[in-house]
């Protein structure tokens, strides 16, 4: 149980607090928040998402309960000592607009011991001025996402002159993966790149 795991009384009608923040124990809880949620949510997780994320770090997943029953959750997955990306942030519909995300982000931050790291994150439009007000982090860039059916004979692209193909990630040295993922994510990952 993290920070705001103490009993309290509701401000509003006096009934004891019962919300409470703690850490995910097992795959199948990762993979409650991860996979059925995100899906409820129309955020097309992949496959792999939840052995990817948890091997990374088992410790990074986190459920908010009220009254004991699961409300919501949210991942803080560590890479390395500096960095974290907050994910998975998720207040489950009849229980959104009461603050608990408000409440959530700001235990699962302090409980992963990353307040004073770089944390870094995806939002939602919407939710670019609340994360700024909950937790500080500023606007970096927008990103766009393409969807496709993958070829090796890509339209425009001259097979002599650039030989743009897709092969399996197998067939990719691991070590040269690892520096150029490095290069585009920030930090080294290779814990998740190997699962
Ligand atoms: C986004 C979500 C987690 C918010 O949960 P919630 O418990 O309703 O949020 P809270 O009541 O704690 O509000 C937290 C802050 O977000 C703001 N907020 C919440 N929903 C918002 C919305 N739809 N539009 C704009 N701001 C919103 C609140 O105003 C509040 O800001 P404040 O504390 O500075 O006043 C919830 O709506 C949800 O699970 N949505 C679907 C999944 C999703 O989009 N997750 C976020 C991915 S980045």
């Not at 229980?95 to 409440?103: D, E, H, S, V």
């Not at 080294?188 to 699962?195: D, E």
Request: charged share 20%; with cysteine; hydrophobic share 40%.
């Amino acid at each position: 149980m993290f920070q705001d795991s103490r009993t309290t009384e509701s401000e509003t009608d006096g009934s004891p607090d019962t919300f409470r923040v703690r850490q995910a124990t097992s795959p199948m809880e990762v993979s409650l928040l991860v996979l059925e949620w995100a899906a409820a949510e129309g955020w097309h997780p992949g496959l792999y998402d939840t052995e990817s994320f948890y091997h990374q770090d088992p410790t990074g997943f986190y459920l908010a309960e009220k009254d004991g029953v699961p409300i919501g959750g949210a991942s803080v997955v560590k890479y390395g000592e500096n960095f974290a990306f907050l994910d998975h942030v998720i207040i489950k519909p009849p229980f959104r607009g009461k603050g608990y995300a408000r409440r959530m982000i700001k235990a699962v931050i302090e409980a992963s011991g990353m307040s004073g790291a770089n944390i870094g994150l995806d939002s939602v439009m919407h939710m670019q001025d609340a994360y700024n007000r909950i937790i500080g982090v500023k606007f970096a860039w927008k990103n766009t996402r393409f969807r496709g059916v993958g070829s090796n004979n890509i339209k425009g692209v001259k097979e002599d002159n650039h030989p743009a193909a897709l092969v399996s990630v197998k067939q990719v040295n691991f070590e040269h993966l690892c520096v150029f993922d490095a290069s585009v994510f920030g930090t080294p990952r290779p814990s998740f790149l190997k699962s």
